[in-house]
């Protein structure tokens, strides 16, 4: 069975930092592009970086110069570091499949950025 869990989250203080991780089972993990999202509650998920099978990467422009999206094939998880946070980055964050029918999306890990 698929499955997502994220993890790594917490509270940071501005300028801080932290690294989450989204370990995937059930299916061949280094055959796949995976994605990180966020979403703020009551807001619309956002999508934050992509990492492809040759791990090439995209960032969004609010993210880009200070996340870092990562791929472990031998551990079947993708890490996202986040640098110099802010309190706009501030969200839920979950991760997922790059393909036309996406797996069960996980229970997030929250992520707040507040002195």
């Known amino acids: 069975q698929e499955q997502l869990v994220e993890s790594g989250g917490g509270l940071v203080q501005p300028g801080g930092s932290l690294r989450l991780a989204c370990t995937v089972s059930?299916?061949?993990?280094?055959?796949?592009?995976f994605t990180w999202y966020r979403q703020v509650s009551g807001r619309q998920r956002e999508w934050v970086a992509t990492?492809?099978?040759?791990?090439?990467?995209r960032y969004a422009d609010s993210v880009k110069g200070r996340f870092t999206i990562s791929r472990d094939n031998a551990k079947n998880t993708m890490y996202l570091q986040m640098n110099n946070l802010k309190p706009e980055d501030t969200a839920v964050y979950y991760c997922?499949?790059?393909?036309?029918?996406?797996?069960?999306w996980g229970q997030g890990t929250q992520v707040t950025v507040s002195s």
């Open positions: 059930g299916n061949p993990f280094s055959l796949y592009a």
């Open positions: 990492i492809t099978v040759a791990t090439k990467t």
């Open positions: 997922n499949i790059e393909r036309a029918v996406l797996m069960n």
